[in-house]
């Protein structure tokens, strides 16, 4: 069974990747005051177009200038084998400080299965750099 890890729908900047077991540097404008969907994780497989387990995430180094939200919601991802599917992500949100504008930057750990019921953990990091305008 071919699985794939969805890293970083964002939204955003409008760029969809898929990532493997590794870290990556993301850079992104975002609306000042506003919350922006910044990062989201999830793995399907492409063989069956379903969901694995949602990936479990940390926050490992904090923004100095906002606050970061960790939710858990419903993606839809179209396109390839399987058109149009719909599962569940970790999606990171971030809020900048009110009356903020300038850098930001984080730290994300995410942590998944393959499968469910796999013996063990694969880690992707997210390095985020934001700028607040």
Excluded at 46 to 55: G, L
Excluded at 71 to 90: H, P, T, Y
Aim: hydrophobic share 40%; net charge positive; proline share 5%.
């Amino acid at each position: 069974m071919k699985n794939c890890l969805l890293g970083g729908f964002l939204v955003a900047a409008s760029v969809f990747s898929v990532a493997g077991a590794g870290a990556r540097d993301l850079h992104l404008a975002v609306p000042a005051g506003k919350r922006t969907l910044v990062s989201s994780h999830a793995v399907y497989s492409s063989d069956t177009c379903t969901f694995s387990a949602i990936p479990v995430a940390k926050l490992i180094v904090p923004p100095k200038h906002g606050r970061v939200e960790m939710v858990e919601e419903r993606r839809v991802l179209q396109g390839g084998n399987c058109g149009r599917i719909e599962g569940w992500a970790r999606n990171v949100y971030y809020t900048p400080t009110r009356g903020y504008r300038g850098e930001d930057s984080m730290r994300v750990d995410f942590q998944r299965n393959y499968f469910s019921d796999a013996p063990s953990l694969v880690s992707d990091t997210d390095n985020i750099t934001v700028i607040v305008r």
